[in-house]
């Protein structure tokens, strides 16, 4: 009957069949009331199978004369169910017909949504994809510019030369943005891995206040930092928290004119440590107050884009502080009244254990020699990374591939040596495998140096055999703690 009326059906004889056409997506299920199971323990999902959240299976449910069967624990739970119809036999065939055709249009509605989410899931997936991309292609003329500059000013007889300042502040600023980007895509994609110890969380926030955030202390604002005279431990990844208040104390400072005022407040709320950055600045208005966190969103685009921004900052921020199990809100009494952003994060449960310092392995490493070798297949990004190195005063050699780096390492006798990962031939991961095959090679401190710094490129790197990965642009500051640990003063 069915079939005449132009519906195509097909007749299910188990629940399993009835689970595999409904999978394979059917429009509607007709079903006999005595076709329902009568074990109480049946559920929903055992007999249509589990639904997706833009699904709701539309189920006709053909009653026995008197509902006979009405006092049935399956029948009352799936008359909860609000794409459930129950029609009474005998029943007329038009009646049938037309519930049917309804469920079948809403059915199709629903699989209309699915596709549109399953787009935007992908169109979403591809954005996060292009973002990765697109930051670790610009890292490597990022990494150029960044060394050439330095390199220059160490060289250049003027020192304020004011045109090289300025390009080094513009690249840092762009480094800055593409380094969030790229943040921002590995956490979305949950490949953000934080690497947590014991954190003196008043000390961690004064010294990002005293010489951090270079937009507060390149500002003229009145500055307050209150604390409490004791530590507050908390478990965290002291780079990304220092990213955190970095992050909302150069907003602070961005959205706050030179007359207004900064504080900061560190103190303890129960089992949380809470810090409040507070300015008197442009304020946030209500509607905004929970936008702000999310992604390249900014309340006033002329005046973000003009401090330099791109709205990632916050989602970053928000995103961190998730990590590590605390919260962030912001708060304003609307325009130009100032704004006031809450960080709480959970205390730490654990004994004090800050003075055990793991000194001793990097005193076994300290050795004499202040020789370096760089082994980078880009004759220009080898050339400048070396000159970098030696603006430090080191001996530096350059060498193109890992096979040189074979031949170079036992005369030479570097200290460190720099490897590049993605080489042609023998790339980074054999040529570290085969440096630590050599005499003393096992004692030789090898970095790698990589356009790419996932969670699970550090780890591979990790097993390969190096001691430290580095993402390029490989940062002045980063050299300077790497020489200090490892070379001696
Ligand atoms: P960006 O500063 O790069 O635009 P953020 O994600 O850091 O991006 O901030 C998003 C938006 O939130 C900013 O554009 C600004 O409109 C608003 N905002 C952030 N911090 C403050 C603040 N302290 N005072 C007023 N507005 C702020």
Same mark, same amino acid.
């Given at each position: 009957m069915l079939k005449q009326s132009g519906l195509s059906c097909y007749v299910c004889s188990n629940q399993e069949e009835l689970r595999r056409e409904i999978a394979k997506g059917a429009g509607c299920v007709l079903m006999a009331e005595e076709a329902l199971p009568h074990n109480r323990a049946v559920t929903w999902d055992?007999?249509?199978?589990?639904?997706?959240a833009w699904s709701q299976l539309p189920v006709v449910l053909l009653l026995a004369r008197g509902h006979a069967q009405k006092e049935l624990a399956l029948l009352r739970t799936i008359e909860k169910r609000p794409s459930i119809g129950f029609i009474e036999r005998p029943t007329q065939k038009r009646s049938l017909i037309s519930a049917l055709k309804n469920a079948i249009e809403a059915r199709r509605l629903q699989y209309a949504i699915r596709d549109a989410l399953d787009a935007l899931q992908t169109a979403n997936r591809r954005k996060d994809e292009f973002l990765a991309v697109l930051a670790h292609e610009l890292r490597n003329p990022l990494a150029v510019i960044s060394a050439a500059i330095?390199?220059?000013? @160490? @060289?250049?007889?003027? @020192? /304020? /030369?004011d045109m090289l300042s300025a390009i080094e502040r513009q690249t840092q600023q762009l480094t800055r943005i593409v380094d969030d980007l790229l943040e921002v895509s590995r956490i979305s994609r949950g490949k953000l891995e934080l690497h947590k110890e014991r954190v003196d969380l008043v000390a961690l926030v004064r010294e990002v206040f005293e010489k951090g955030a270079d937009k507060l202390q390149g500002g003229k604002h009145r500055k307050q930092f209150y604390a409490p005279s004791t530590e507050l431990f908390i478990e965290g990844d002291p780079i990304r928290l220092g990213q955190v208040f970095s992050n909302l104390l150069n907003n602070a400072a961005k959205y706050t004119a030179d007359v207004g005022a900064? /504080? +900061?407040? +560190?103190?303890?709320d129960g089992r949380s440590a809470v810090v409040i950055v507070k300015d008197t600045g442009v304020g946030i208005p209500p509607e905004m107050i929970t936008r702000i966190f999310d992604i390249f969103t900014q309340v006033d685009r002329n005046l973000g884009r003009a401090q330099g921004g791109i709205g990632v900052g916050l989602s970053l921020t928000r995103s961190l502080v998730t990590l590590h199990g605390g919260t962030i809100e912001a708060r304003s009494g609307g325009a130009d009244k100032g704004s006031e952003f809450i960080v709480r994060l959970p205390l730490s449960e654990a004994p004090d254990a800050s003075n055990v310092e793991p000194a001793q392995d990097t005193n076994e490493r300290r050795a004499s020699q202040t020789k370096l070798l760089v082994v980078d297949d880009d004759h220009l990004v080898g050339k400048l990374t070396g000159e970098l190195i030696a603006s430090f005063g080191m001996e530096v050699r350059v060498v193109p591939g890992g096979a040189e780096a074979l031949e170079v390492i036992p005369n030479f006798q570097p200290r460190i040596v720099f490897v590049d990962l993605g080489m042609p031939g023998m790339d980074g991961y054999e040529t570290v495998r085969r440096i630590r095959q050599l005499p003393g090679g096992d004692s030789l401190f090898i970095a790698a140096l990589s356009g790419w710094g996932q969670a699970e490129d550090f780890e591979r790197s990790a097993q390969a055999g190096f001691d430290r990965h580095f993402v390029k642009p490989i940062k002045i500051s980063e050299l300077e703690n790497l020489f200090a640990s490892e070379l001696p003063a």
């Open positions: 055992d007999l249509f199978g589990p639904e997706p330095h390199i220059k000013k @160490r @060289r250049s007889a003027d @020192r /304020d /030369d900064i /504080d +900061v407040t +560190v103190t303890q």
